[in-house]
């Protein structure tokens, strides 16, 4: 019962960190960001000011960056609900302290240094101004916090022992390793094109302008620390620097494609497991999903709905490929079975 009810927690965390991400998503590309100037509160106040005293209130203590509702909602609700989250972490980090099961402890106890981590940078986003670098690591925090969540939710689910045979997991572990690192390289230069802004400088598919090689800056692109400015939003960098961030992932699209594809293939040619069939036809579906996300974002310049679902679908490839990692490394109820007839 306890297992059950434990699961049945980690699974509402998923689905609530998941909703964390999109809201995340949506307050980045309304440019709502620093809609509140402040943290945690918004102008002074821990609640979105709606009254007109209140709103003067505001003006008056940040004189250099009027009250603007429109950006001031979406950052305080996406404020509200990760804190939220970092409670239901905490509880989830007591309920494993409390039944003492190793693995679950060690997986918890992390994701709460994870979570106060990710606090962290969402105070720095705002007090930083936007640093391009903060940004990404926030947006790859908030997605490390959600797939870790649902791999604790599947460990879970099978009591701690991964129904794929030894003998599959001999077949794809390095494989999945592999695959989980250039996807989660492709997202986090996703992360990167969005918080330099660097998502409409390319308008030509599959790669950019037909000159796209002698007008980027890669070095300038992908210089992570080191320039000063009073703020970054909306970007600091110019056009051949965002050219070159944006045509790199372009080209990670089209290498993490191919990965995927691959690992896809070899999970469903796996006859030994039909979890892993249906997670390889799951990942291809993901896959085609998100490339047609990202076909329309430049189609249609960055429609914001389009936009939002090719962040979160982003963030469900990495889950995806994290809750398989952790099939594959958790030790097999086949090999258990074999061990207790023995």
Not at 151 to 163: D, N, V
Request: one cysteine or more; aromatic letters at 10%.
């Amino acid at each position: 019962m306890n297992n059950k009810r434990n699961r049945n927690i980690a699974i509402f965390a998923t689905a609530f960190a998941m909703v964390v991400v999109v809201l995340g998503a949506f307050t980045r590309l309304t440019d709502a960001g620093l809609g509140c100037p402040d943290w945690p509160g918004c102008y002074g106040f821990m609640h979105i000011p709606t009254a007109q005293e209140h709103i003067e209130v505001a003006n008056q203590a940040f004189p250099e960056q009027p009250y603007q509702f429109e950006k001031a909602w979406p950052e305080m609700v996406h404020r509200y609900f990760a804190g939220t989250l970092g409670l239901i972490v905490l509880v989830l980090a007591f309920i494993s302290w409390r039944n003492q099961e190793k693995l679950a402890v060690k997986h918890s106890s992390f994701l709460l240094v994870l979570i106060i981590f990710q606090a962290a940078l969402g105070m720095w986003t705002v007090t930083m101004k936007l640093h391009p670098l903060i940004v990404m690591l926030h947006l790859m925090g908030g997605i490390t916090t959600f797939s870790l969540l649902a791999s604790l939710a599947a460990r879970y689910h099978y009591q701690f022992l991964s129904p794929i045979s030894q003998v599959s997991v001999q077949r794809i572990r390095k494989l999945v390793w592999i695959a989980l690192a250039v996807i989660v390289v492709q997202v986090a230069l996703g992360g990167w094109t969005s918080a330099n802004y660097a998502a409409m400088v390319c308008h030509d598919l599959p790669i950019c302008q037909g000159n796209w090689l002698s007008d980027s800056d890669f070095i300038s692109g992908f210089q992570l620390w080191g320039r000063e400015a009073d703020t970054y939003e909306f970007g600091i960098l110019d056009q051949n620097a965002r050219i070159a961030i944006h045509a790199t992932h372009r080209i990670g699209a089209i290498v993490a494609s191919a990965t995927l594809l691959y690992l896809s293939f070899v999970l469903i040619k796996q006859s030994g497991s039909q979890l892993l069939k249906k997670m390889g036809l799951g990942l291809v579906m993901l896959l085609l999903v998100q490339v047609a996300l990202g076909v329309i974002n430049i189609v249609y310049k960055l429609p914001l709905a389009n936009a939002v679902a090719h962040n979160a679908g982003g963030a469900l490839l990495v889950v995806t490929m994290t809750v398989l990692l952790t099939l594959v490394l958790m030790p097999s109820s086949h090999q258990q079975e074999v061990s207790q007839n023995d």
